[in-house]
């Protein structure tokens, strides 16, 4: 093997790693941030969604049962839009409940990015600071070895504190979405005239 070859590839591998680190940091902050936005969300849920509750009761409880879009309760999230919308075009019930169905895949996808992405930069910046690591301890230069383990374990909690976190909100979320859509598409089904 050539001697020239572990030196490129350690030249190539350290400029990955500040754009690793960045991506890295940026993603600890967005998913601290949808931390924040689930907080909101929850709390929203919790104020609001008690008539929104007690009116699919009230519609699963008689059988010939409707309600005017009009007098849907204004409510949280994806039901507060599906009554905007229908309330907007009452004809397109179908076109309404695809859009929220895309609406809810998108916000969704934005978490399995971070699932994704986080573990993996996590890895990519644990090995890249090996390399350094490995040649500081051929060369005897114990403090600067340390330091580069240092930062290898870091990035590999951060991106795994990243991964698990998306998880958790990805799987609160996409429960709750999916209720959601559910509601909307049976008290879709339930509003406006009986012969509609």
Not at 3 to 13: A, K, N, Y
Not at 62 to 77: D, I, K, N
Not at 100 to 108: D, S, Y
Request: charged share 20%.
């Amino acid at each position: 093997m050539p001697e020239s070859l572990p030196r490129l590839l350690l030249e190539i591998t350290d400029t990955l790693f500040l754009p690793c680190v960045g991506a890295l940091i940026a993603l600890c902050l967005l998913s601290v941030l949808q931390v924040g936005g689930v907080l909101v969300e929850a709390i929203d849920r919790w104020r609001f969604g008690g008539p929104w509750r007690a009116l699919i009761d009230r519609l699963k409880m008689e059988s010939a049962g409707r309600a005017g879009v009009e007098s849907l309760p204004v409510a949280f999230g994806f039901p507060e839009l599906a009554r905007r919308e229908l309330q907007r075009t009452p004809d397109a019930r179908e076109k309404v409940l695809d859009d929220l169905q895309l609406r809810a895949e998108r916000l969704l996808g934005r978490l399995s990015l971070g699932i994704r992405l986080g573990p993996m930069l996590g890895l990519a910046g644990t090995l890249i600071p090996l390399g350094p690591a490995l040649m500081s301890l051929s060369g005897g230069e114990i403090d600067r070895l340390a330091a580069q383990l240092v930062v290898a374990f870091a990035t590999t909690v951060i991106g795994l504190q990243v991964g698990a976190t998306c998880y958790l909100l990805h799987a609160v979320k996409r429960h709750w979405y999916t209720q959601d859509l559910n509601d909307i598409e049976y008290v879709a089904g339930r509003t406006g005239d009986p012969d509609a």
